[in-house]
T-cell receptor, first 113, second 115 residues
Framework: LAKTTQPISMDSYEGQEVNITCSHN???????ITWYQQFPSQGPRFIIQ???TKVTNEVASLFIPADRKSSTLSLPRVSLSDTAVYYC??????????????FGGGTRVLVKP | GAGVSQSPRYKVAKRGQDVALRCDPI?????LFWYQQALGQGPEFLTY????????KSGLPSDRFFAERPEGSVSTLKIQRTQQEDSAVYLC?????????????FGPGTRLTVL
């Protein structure tokens, strides 16, 4: 399983763009990059997933360079409610077992007024 | 609602007691996962079911932990002879397809406190 490294915490202000970069130097050919968000006292929530280049949905954008050794989750114009822990995960979507999600410590994002 | 539900939401047990935690996944979801989350840490994988088959239980910390999903829907995580180190939030997640990296839908968790 590809190991991921992401910052422990980040502070931001309402209305700003937040970019969280995750390093995954030993990502494998079949691995996808997935981000989850977790609010206090709730289970994690899937945000976005991608394989290469750029993926955008109504919540975030995911930028993946050509070498795929890192990825950046971009949250546009954050609000106070975006304060949460964000987890970067890397793994093979095609494997049914023996390929468990490894969350790590995540990045704690604090959005200030 | 149509989400994953877990019960109870909170459980306090005396050391040595047995506990049973229930997970109701989203109807029709093939995959079901259990995770343990200690305070301030990310969730850690415990076990994985594909329908009623337990395909991966490598994350279960000891033989005191047992999980089942007999009819391929509701699942129960049982912890025997609870210890203080078992105190954590236990999360259940389900996914429409096989495999860990398809989108998983998490329940709110059961917070277990062992005194």
């Amino acid at each position: 399983l590809a190991k991921t490294t992401q910052p422990i915490s980040m502070d931001s202000y309402e209305g700003q763009e937040v970019n969280i970069t995750c390093s995954h130097n030993n990502i494998a050919t079949n691995d996808y990059i997935t981000w989850y968000q977790q609010f206090p006292s709730q289970g994690p929530r899937f945000i976005i997933q991608g394989y290469k280049t750029k993926v955008t949905n109504e919540v975030a954008s995911l930028f993946i360079p050509a070498d795929r050794k890192s990825s950046t989750l971009s949250l546009p114009r954050v609000s106070l409610s975006d304060t949460a822990v964000y987890y970067c995960l890397v793994g093979d979507m095609g494997k049914a077992a023996g390929n468990k999600l490894t969350f790590g410590g995540g990045t704690r994002v604090l959005v200030k007024p | 609602g149509a989400g994953v539900s877990q019960s109870p939401r909170y459980k306090v047990a005396k050391r040595g007691q047995d506990v049973a935690l229930r997970c109701d996944p989203i109807s029709g979801h093939v995959s079901l996962f259990w995770y343990q989350q200690a305070l301030g840490q990310g969730p850690e994988f415990l076990t994985y079911f594909q329908n009623e088959a337990q395909l991966d239980k490598s994350g279960l910390p000891s033989d005191r932990f047992f999980a089942e999903r007999p009819e391929g829907s509701v699942s129960t995580l049982k912890i025997q002879r609870t210890q203080q180190e078992d105190s954590a939030v236990y999360l259940c997640a389900s996914s429409l397809r096989e495999g860990s990296y398809n989108e998983q839908f998490f329940g709110p968790g059961t917070r277990l406190t062992v005194l």
